[in-house]
């Protein structure tokens, strides 16, 4: 079974830094790729960013050149590091890990992220 568990969020003033971590219970190379959600209240949850095991990453159009998603496989640990936040940014951050042919997402059970003004 697999299990992602996110840490890193807490509060910070807009313009401010966090570093979230999603740590997984097995090798993070056998997933196909890894990714970033969040979901603010009334919202829908969406895409923050994600990287394929080869490294390819893709981001949201609100978090380009503020955010970067990397991983390391030695410490089966997905990272985003967060620059620049905004309150807009304000939301409970989620992991997921991606197995294709298996048909398989895995989440994590989120990390709240919230910005004042």
């Known amino acids: 079974q697999v299990q992602l568990v996110e840490s890193g969020g807490g509060l910070v003033q807009a313009g401010g830094s966090l570093r979230l971590s999603c740590a997984a219970s097995?090798?993070?190379?056998?997933?196909?790729?890894m990714g970033w959600y969040r979901q603010a209240p009334g919202n829908q949850r969406e895409l923050v960013a994600t990287i394929t095991r080869s490294g390819s990453t893709n981001y949201a159009d609100s978090v380009k050149g503020r955010f970067t998603i990397s991983r390391d496989n030695a410490k089966n640990t997905l990272y985003l590091q967060m620059n620049s936040l905004k309150p807009e940014d304000t939301a409970v951050y989620y992991c997921?890990?991606?197995?294709?042919?298996?048909?398989?997402?895995?989440w994590g059970q989120g990390t709240q992220v919230t910005v004042s003004s």
């Open positions: 097995g090798s993070i190379f056998s997933f196909d790729s």
């Open positions: 997921r890990a991606t197995r294709i042919l298996a048909l398989s997402n895995y």
